[in-house]
């Protein structure tokens, strides 16, 4: 990871003065000047001061007088001493150096460097162990406080990919070939793979080590390059497991990704994707009656429909499941293709207890399951765009600009999830529909939910892409919005928005194929941010 993602430091500052910088290192920090004017302000005063110390070795020189004499040889006198030291015997000589003060000053002096070189091999090597410990330790105190609650992790190795949802809702399952090598593999080594990316996992595996060593550095976010986090690598001689590394946020010490490498050069990887829909903040879903005592209808209400809607939305079921609702007669019909068994029991689980419900799932051979492994295809890696070419330069080279790409599309995918679920409770539940002030509440909690969650991802967009494209020169137009009197068209008005921007962010990443411009696209795509924002906003007060 290039440390000049953050700000370089005044030695780095030097050298580049200096031109003892590579090339390559001149160029980043290049890079780095043109778009950080606190950085340029620090050289201007680099700049400054060896001017000054310049300027007063030469007025120092011409105020300084002329030695009186020559030096004298001192080579003779040299030559001399080493005469007489041939005429002693050795053994005489080492007797007088012992009983003499000069061997008394440079004995103290060996001593004292014998004991600043054991503090110093203290310092670097000791060190850091106690503080991944003490970080470790913190970061599950912290981890423990938090509330808990479902999220999903990206699981990579060399050659597969795959999604897990980590928390209590869901059963702990081996759906794929997969999960079932990596659960082998981990348990093998120690490491718990019910939560592998979690302070407490790694913990657990540090503290079983006989032998190890350790390194706690300080890097950037990968997702937010304006962040801090701790990077704590830990190396052993022990176990199936040759190396880890954790990354915690400075912030709140909550773990972002993690690194296993085994002793057989494979390695797996776990990043934060991000958390499942948690229940909406004061959703005043109310308890229906039992189904043993609720009399017979004719017909399912817009009511019961709500409450099978409330249910899967706190569980995520509508951003991205291939689930549908429908009122058929006196039921509310719950169906779905393609579902896997472990998200299939997850949802009849949540409507369980609200009558006149129908479940129809169907599994085609076709269908993909929710955790299925993507498996790499092999390919000749495509050239990147003059568009990629810039954001790899901006932060820090190739590696760096994969890592950051797969973190904003992940990021992307779930905005627009979001933005799609607004719109199609806009078209299922207009304003003329009826229904009974308690529907209507729910009905905006749900909204008032999603909304906040689309906040949410388009401010980690936000944060993360507007120092790369303001450094390309890029900068937001003021435009101004149609305003709308009902939420129904602002609604529609935000995901029109939201999948503008999910466009030219994916041209930006090279996920999608397109013809902005390389000047123009750092510029529309704030813009985009921008128009998303005021949109996001004038929804959220008509919902209010």
């Known amino acids: 990871m290039s440390s000049l993602r953050m700000h370089p430091e005044d030695g780095l500052l030097l050298r580049f003065i200096d031109g003892e910088l590579p090339v390559r290192k001149v160029r980043q920090v290049g890079s780095h000047l043109e778009a950080c004017w606190q950085c340029r302000t620090e ?64 004995g103290v002096a060996v001593a004292a460097a014998v004991v600043v070189a054991v503090a110093v091999y203290q310092q670097f090597h000791a060190a850091p162990t106690v503080e991944a410990a003490v970080l470790l330790k ?10 808990g609650g479902a999220r999903r992790i990206l699981v990579q190795t060399r050659t597969q990919r795959m999604t897990r949802t980590i928390g209590s809702r869901l059963p702990a399952a081996k759906t794929t070939a997969m999960a079932v090598v990596l659960e082998e593999r981990l348990e093998a080594a120690h490491f718990s793979w019910e939560d592998p990316l979690s302070a407490k996992s790694y913990q657990t595996w540090f503290d079983g080590l006989a032998s190890k060593r350790d390194e706690v550095t300080t890097v950037a976010d990968p997702s ?18 040759s190396a880890a590394s954790l990354m915690l946020r400075a912030t709140d010490l909550s773990p972002i990704e993690s690194k296993l ?128 070419s810039r954001v790899e330069q901006q932060i820090g080279g190739r590696a760096e600009f994969e890592r950051f790409s797969s973190q904003i599309l992940d990021r992307n995918e779930a905005m627009m999830a979001r933005a799609y679920a607004l719109r199609t409770m806009a078209e299922r539940y207009p304003t003329e529909t009826e229904m009974t ?32 494209l303001t450094a390309m ?45 390389v000047d123009r696209l750092p510029s529309d795509l704030l813009s985009a941010i921008h128009d998303l924002r005021a949109e996001l906003e004038q929804f959220q007060r008509l919902i209010q």
Not at 308 to 325: F, K, Q, R, Y
């Open 138 to 147: 913190k970061a599950v105190s912290a981890a423990a406080t938090r509330p």
């Open 473 to 517: 020169g890029g900068s937001a137009g003021n435009r101004s919005i149609a305003p709308q009197s009902t939420w129904e068209p602002s609604a529609e008005a935000v995901a029109r928005a939201a999948h503008r921007v999910e466009i030219l962010v994916s041209v930006m990443m090279g996920a999608t194929p397109g013809n902005a411009g």
């Open 224 to 241: 937010l390059p304006a962040e801090r986090c701790y990077r704590i690598r830990t190396t052993t001689p022990d176990g199936q497991l």
């Open 261 to 388: 490498e085994f002793r057989d050069d494979e390695w797996v990887e776990f990043t934060e994707i991000g958390a499942v829909a948690a229940p909406a903040s004061g959703l005043t879903r109310a308890t229906p009656p039992s189904i043993a005592t609720t009399p017979p209808k004719a017909e399912a209400s817009i009511s019961d429909e709500l409450q099978v809607v409330a249910a899967l939305h706190e569980i995520g079921a509508d951003l991205g499941d291939p689930v549908e609702v429908a009122r058929t007669g006196s039921s509310v019909v719950v169906s779905g293709v393609g579902i896997s068994p472990p998200r299939q029991k997850q949802i009849r689980e949540a409507v369980a207890a609200i009558p006149h419900v129908q479940i129809q799932f169907s599994d085609p051979a076709t269908a993909a399951a929710a955790d299925a492994v993507v498996p790499d295809t092999p390919a000749s890696p495509a050239k990147p765009s003059a568009i990629q």
């Open 43 to 106: 050289v201007e005063e680099l700049q400054g001061t060896v001017a000054d110390c310049v300027h007063y070795r030469k007025t120092l020189d011409t105020l300084l007088p002329e030695p009186p004499s020559p030096w004298s040889s001192l080579y003779p006198e040299f030559a001399r001493i080493d005469l007489e030291l041939t005429q002693e015997p050795w053994f005489e000589r080492f007797k007088r150096a012992l009983a003499g003060p000069a061997f008394r000053r440079w």
């Open 437 to 468: 002030a308690e529907d209507r509440q729910l009905l905006h909690d749900i909204l008032r939910d999603n909304a906040a969650g689309l906040t949410r991802e388009i401010g980690v967009i936000d944060r993360a892409l507007t120092p790369v």
